[in-house]
């Protein structure tokens, strides 16, 4: 083996470009569980949002228009769920289920004819000055522009839970949504919307994969992105900055296993293919502190 | 006199298969505090929803300062200066108070401003506060506060308050009545609703009742006894208690050091309970809820196992043993929540009956359950308890509280417990219901059982109990005889009230508390 090969300034900057989908992902079901719901569709979502993106930036040849149609691709699939768990009032747990094996028979449908196809890609931005820092400038500088556009996500959904009284209206009537409604708020409103919003940033999560990581569309393509993203989710205790950290400890624990395979390490390619997962589980075990919203995975109903 | 403050006119509002409320009408003046009295289901909360905007009523209109008023949510109700505390707190835990506070206002300010508010109207009405405290972590009284302090920054017109008391000691109510009756005396008219009638006559100007949700009467409460309204919202003569002439017996149950940790987070931890209980005696245990008194009673059914030598029954260690091993040798419990604790909510009498009598009444052998002998147990709980159900195999949750806690009592003093433990026997539980189970326990005192009835309502336990303990943040005080203990005695075993040292020293409240019962109103300089 030869670990010389492995050059660090290619794996950190690969870590970034690893951990985007499931920050993506997970910044969403963040959002959508301190609304007090708990979607487990994020694998349909993603999925969804990747053949969506895929089939739209083929057709028009921008990947940001596929961008924009992976998220709204994704929402729409999440406002199903929305409109049987809000309004309908069915079980969250299975429906959110549901939700995925619905969105990967539907992208598979979806994305018959555009097996073996190539998607219209981004050129990686060289943003001026910052890009030219020695080290640091081509791990964090040379991305492609969704990169950044996940890390503003996270840092806007801080901020809104932290500073904005629309936050704190969501995080009320997740944490108690009888509360909530004896206020006067619309509990079942302000849970749709986060819904969709989960819903785009998991479209967004599944496009990026499809447009960026591989690119290319196959069928089953997310492979557990999605269970993922609902682990760090829990594991973040709910909080933005934890959930970047353990995406980004998911994804370079991800890219080292990779290079490590590469560089012919004597270890079993299966421990090292389950590395990512133990390591992102452990830390974020051990640093665990939160608690879940209060009204989690509850069913609200006016009358009651 | 001027035209009233809020005048509620022939308000109507009828649910599938029930009327909330029949033809309403009363006036509210400025500056009165005004009681609202009703057994459960009478219709108050349906009634003080419709003044806030969260039920639309069918029929009928309500005029606020002269204007028609139809609040179509909480938030018009607000703007147009109707606040409300609810019964049970409309807060988030997880949140600090200047966020609760900000969440119940029309276009709050920033946050830090909030901050600023909130310390001056804590120290303008006494009620002191800490607006970065998170939720969760204050005591019922302090959240209270927030709830009255969330109201108080909106300068309302009507401060509607639903059961304020029910959760707060002696010291803490006699701190909140100071701060209600400084708030009429600045014109603010206050809706009280509650079903403690000494305290109604302590502090309100009128009272309406009402009975089935329509108004059986208007009175004076400073004038008529609370016997007289009592009978005004149950519509027929209560019989009281009977005590029978007992004498206590030898000691059944001995608690050794009881110590046992919190079995979840915002659980409490039982610290070295010491305690001797006797045969034929009602043992009543005081405190306010979440000082332990879940945890005793999980302890004493055997939820909670403990080591074998803290808890002795009759001269056999049993701190081990599981709850059905204590029911066969006649220990038997009564836990407080009746939906999901006491009685799975699914299932029928006859199932409920069978889950903690298997083991007494043989309803099982060889692992096959008797059920024609369990649906004789069940019909027998019934017809003894008066439970008033169409039979044995109804669902346990469509029984109303009342009727399901006569049963779930009744289930265990029908197998002839030793000791029988109860918590918040009557919480819930209208007028007559509480009569009834009351009685029922003192009957089976006196037939020489031990009774220990774990309350948040003193008057209950004052009636009943022969000695009485406080349960305070997981210790019990020394039992002492319940007959002559006075209030303020009671109210120091308890602890006293939350952060009192800003408000007023002991004596000062003892002043409020003795005003109160005379019924002489007190307002503070």
Redesign the interface.
């Known amino acids: 083996m030869d670990l010389s090969a492995i050059n660090p300034i290619l794996l950190l900057a690969s870590l970034m470009v690893a951990a985007t989908p499931i920050m993506l992902a997970a910044i969403g079901e963040l959002v959508v569980e301190r609304a007090g719901v708990l979607n487990l569709g994020v694998e349909g979502m993603m999925i969804t949002g990747a053949v969506c993106g895929f089939v739209v930036a083929v057709n028009t040849g921008s990947p940001w228009l596929g961008f924009l149609g992976a998220a709204v691709g994704g929402a729409l699939l999440s406002l199903i769920f929305g409109v049987l768990t809000q309004v309908l009032l069915s079980n969250q747990v299975a429906t959110g289920l549901a939700l995925t094996l619905f969105g990967l028979g539907l992208s598979a449908l979806m994305g018959q004819g555009y097996i073996g196809v190539r998607a219209p890609g981004f050129t990686d931005l060289h943003i001026p000055l910052l890009a030219d820092i020695p080290v640091i400038g081509p791990i964090v500088f040379q991305h492609d522009p969704m990169v950044y556009v996940g890390l503003g996500i996270v840092a806007a959904v801080w901020a809104f839970l932290t500073y904005s009284?629309a936050g704190?209206?969501l995080?009320?009537v997740g944490?108690?949504h009888?509360?909530?409604h004896?206020?006067?708020?619309h509990v079942v409103r302000v849970r749709l919307l986060a819904i969709m919003f989960g819903g785009g940033c998991a479209g967004l999560g599944g496009a990026y994969l499809s447009l960026v990581r591989v690119p290319q569309w196959t069928e089953g393509m997310t492979a557990g992105a999605g269970w993922i993203a609902l682990a760090i989710v829990v594991f973040a205790s709910w909080r933005p900055w934890r959930l970047l950290l353990g995406a980004y400890l998911f994804g370079g624990v991800t890219v080292l296993q990779l290079n490590l395979q590469a560089a012919g390490v004597a270890v079993p390619v299966e421990y090292l293919s389950m590395s990512p997962y133990l390591a992102t589980i452990a830390v974020l075990v051990i640093m665990r502190t939160g608690?879940a919203?209060?009204s989690l995975a509850q069913s609200f109903h006016a009358s009651r | 006199m001027t035209e009233p403050l809020l005048r509620l006119s022939g308000l109507t509002k009828a649910y599938p298969g029930v009327v909330a409320n029949r033809d309403v009408s009363f006036d509210i003046a400025r500056g009165e505090v005004h009681a609202l009295l009703g057994e459960n289901g009478a219709g108050k909360s349906t009634l003080v929803k419709t003044i806030y905007g969260l039920v639309k009523p069918d029929h009928g209109t309500m005029m606020l300062a002269g204007q028609p008023f139809a609040p179509a949510d909480p938030h018009a109700a607000r703007t147009a200066g109707v606040a409300m505390v609810f019964q049970h707190f409309s807060l988030f835990d997880a949140m600090n108070v200047a966020e609760n506070i900000a969440l119940g206002m029309e276009n709050p300010p920033p946050q830090r401003a909030i901050a600023a508010q909130v310390r001056r109207v804590s120290d303008q009405y006494g009620l002191p506060l800490d607006p970065t405290r998170i939720v969760g972590e204050l005591s019922a009284g302090e959240r209270q506060r927030v709830e009255i302090i969330r109201c108080l920054l909106q300068d309302p017109k009507l401060l509607i308050m639903d059961e304020p008391t029910s959760v707060l000691t002696p010291q803490e109510v006699a701190i909140l009545f100071e701060t209600l009756r400084k708030l009429r005396a600045e014109g603010t008219a206050i809706l009280y609703i509650s079903h403690k009638l000494e305290e109604i006559r302590a502090l309100c100007d009128t009272a309406t009742v009402l009975r089935l949700g329509a108004v059986v009467g208007t009175c004076d409460p400073r004038v008529t006894s609370a016997r007289d309204m009592a009978e005004l919202m149950v519509g027929a003569v209560l019989q009281a208690p009977q005590k029978a002439d007992r004498r206590a017996g030898d000691v059944v149950l001995t608690l050794q050091n009881l110590s046992a940790r919190a079995p979840h987070r915002f659980g409490t931890a039982l610290m070295d309970i010491c305690l001797d209980v006797r045969k034929g005696e009602v043992l009543g245990i005081g405190g306010v809820a979440g000082n332990g008194q879940d945890e005793l009673v999980a302890a004493l059914s055997g939820e909670l196992r403990t080591k074998a030598g803290m808890i002795t029954y009759q001269g056999r260690q049993i701190g081990q043993m599981s709850p059905n091993a204590r029911r066969r040798i006649g220990l038997l419990a009564a836990p407080e929540e009746r939906m999901g604790h006491a009685a799975a909510p699914d299932m029928s009498l006859t199932e409920n009956a069978v889950m903690t009598a298997m083991t007494r009444q043989a309803l099982t052998s060889y692992g096959f359950v008797h059920w024609a002998r369990a649906r004789a147990f069940a019909q027998g709980v019934i017809s003894t308890f008066d439970v008033r159900t169409p039979g044995p195999g109804t669902a346990a949750r469509s029984l109303s509280g009342g009727n399901l806690q006569k049963f779930v009592i009744g289930r265990e003093i029908m197998q002839n417990p030793d000791v029988l433990v109860v918590n918040q026997p009557t919480w819930g539980v209208d007028a007559s219901a509480a009569a009834a189970i009351r009685q029922a326990l003192l009957d089976l005192a006196a037939k020489g059982a031990a009774v220990i009835c774990i309350s948040q309502d003193l008057d209950e336990l004052m009636e009943i109990s022969d000695r009485f303990a406080a349960l305070n943040e997981g210790r019990l005080s020394v039992p002492r005889p319940a007959k002559g203990l006075s209030v303020e005695e009671i109210g120091l075993m308890l602890g006293g009230a939350h952060d009192m040292e800003v408000a007023r020293n002991g004596r000062e409240a003892k002043g409020a508390r003795d005003a109160q019962k005379s019924g002489v109103s007190h307002v503070d300089g």
């Open positions: 009284r704190l209206i995080r009320a944490e108690n009888e509360a909530a004896a206020l006067g708020y608690r919203p209060g």
